[in-house]
Structure formats: C-alpha cells, structure tokens
Antibody
Framework: EVQLVQSGAEVKKPGESLQISCKGS????????IGWVRQKPGKGLEWMGN????????RDSPSFRGQVTLSADKSISTAFLQWSSLRASDTAMYYC???????????????WGPGTQVTVSS | QSVLTQPPSVSAAPGQKVTIYCSGS????????VAWYQQLPGAAPKLLIY???KRPSDIPDRFSGSKSGASATLGITGLQTGDEADYYC???????????FGTGTKVTVL
C-alpha cells in the first residue's frame, strides 16, 4: 500500500527556520517524483515544486523560487521542504504527493500525504 | 493565481447529477489531459480522474470525466451526502513548465 507520512503540525515565529518531511512507503520511493502543494486557509491548491528522490533533480514553481528549498534523502525515503526565514504569509497546510504519469504522458498526483499545518505567528 | 477556472459552487439534491466545468487555455488543457481531485472537509485531496476520463480502481463509476479543447468536465451522478467536498481540476502547463490547479468548486448536496 502506497503511503506518504508527513511530519506534525508546527507553530513558529516570523524569521525562524523550519523543515517539514514526507516519508514514502509501499513503493520504490526513488523512482517517482514527489510534489509539494500549498493550501492557505480557505483557499485553493498551489503547486510549489517537484523533486526526484533518485537524483534530487528539482522542478520548482517561479512563484516559490527562492522562498523554499526542496530536498530528499533517498536512503530514508524522505522528502523535505525547508524555509530559512518564515513569514506570516507562509501560514498554510502543506501537502506532499506522489507524481505519476498517465498513458497520455501528462502527470498527475496519485497519492497524497495528510498534510502538515504550518502556523507562523508572533 | 490559478490558471484554470472553475465555478465556485454547484448544488443538487441527493440522487441527482452535478457537472463541474474547468476552463483553461492552449498552454494547458488545450494540449494536456486533465485530472480531477476531491477534497473532503478537513482532508487531503484525493485523485478521482486522470487522463481526462480514467478512474483509479477505488473510485466508483458515479464519477466521470471528459475534455474537449481547452475545457474539461467532471460529472457526478447519484449524488450522495458523502460527495460534499471541494473539487479541483489539474493539469500541466507547458508555458509555466509546471503543474496547475483549478480555482476549486464546492459541491453541496441539498
């Protein structure tokens, strides 16, 4: 059974750093891209970027470039999302998801983690 | 700043059918297939449809999808109270070189 387990909720102050994680199991973690998706309170889904754990290749959204860092440690089947200096506007739910490719060649996210709530407040 | 447009809400009585539209452009839905996701209240999104009209094995055939040009449609028949959720379309945008999602549609069962 494919599972993505994410780290627990975080409450941080502006300017603090943070790393959240996403551990995959039930499949070959190295062979599938992992995507990160942000959802602000009461808002829609925003794609942040993808990472390929096999070689840590990254495809990131221009909207998030320079704001967050994607990384992965294939030895522990875990992907990470990191902030060096949080802002109140980073308050959101963050989902990781496994990216698959259909017969059309277009990718989609077939399994999602439960999400990590990040709250940034002074 | 979603590039795919959906109606904010749709509603229908139990047992009825709802249709959700997703409008894109030539750089996304016009050339790439669509996926649909269901997000139940307080839960993570779940894949409903991929490759325009394919369902994962655990999704009932009450859910169907189609695409024509730069627009896509999700249909839900035999509406149930458990279908109350937000629904998002998604695809790849070749100009942005990234995944994009729709604005989301809230389905209410009257």
């Amino acid at each position: 059974e494919v599972q993505l387990v994410q780290s627990g909720a975080e409450v941080k102050k502006p300017g603090e750093s943070l790393q959240i994680s996403c551990k995959g199991s039930g499949y070959n973690f190295n062979n599938f891209w992992i995507g990160w998706v942000r959802q602000k309170p009461g808002k829609g889904l925003e794609w942040m970027g993808n990472i390929y754990p096999g070689d840590s290749d990254i495809r990131d959204s221009p909207s998030f470039r320079g704001q967050v860092t994607l990384s992965a440690d294939k030895s522990i089947s875990t992907a990470f999302l990191q902030w060096s200096s949080l802002r109140a506007s980073d308050t959101a739910m963050y989902y990781c998801a496994r990216r698959a490719r259909g017969s059309s060649g277009v990718t989609f996210f077939d399994f999602w983690g439960p999400g990590t709530q990040v709250t940034v407040s002074s | 700043q979603s590039v795919l447009t959906q109606p904010p809400s749709v509603s229908a009585a139990p047992g009825q059918k709802v249709t959700i539209y997703c409008s894109g452009s030539t750089s996304n839905l016009g050339i790439n297939s669509v996926a649909w996701y269901q997000q139940l209240p307080g839960a993570a999104p779940k894949l409903l449809i991929y490759d325009n009209d394919k369902r994962p094995s655990d999704i009932p055939d009450r859910f169907s999808g189609s695409k024509s040009g730069a627009s896509a449609t999700l249909g839900i028949t035999g509406l149930q109270t458990g279908d109350e959720a937000d629904y998002y379309c998604g695809t790849w945008d070749s100009n942005l070189s990234g995944s994009v999602f729709g604005t989301g549609t809230k389905v209410t069962v009257l």
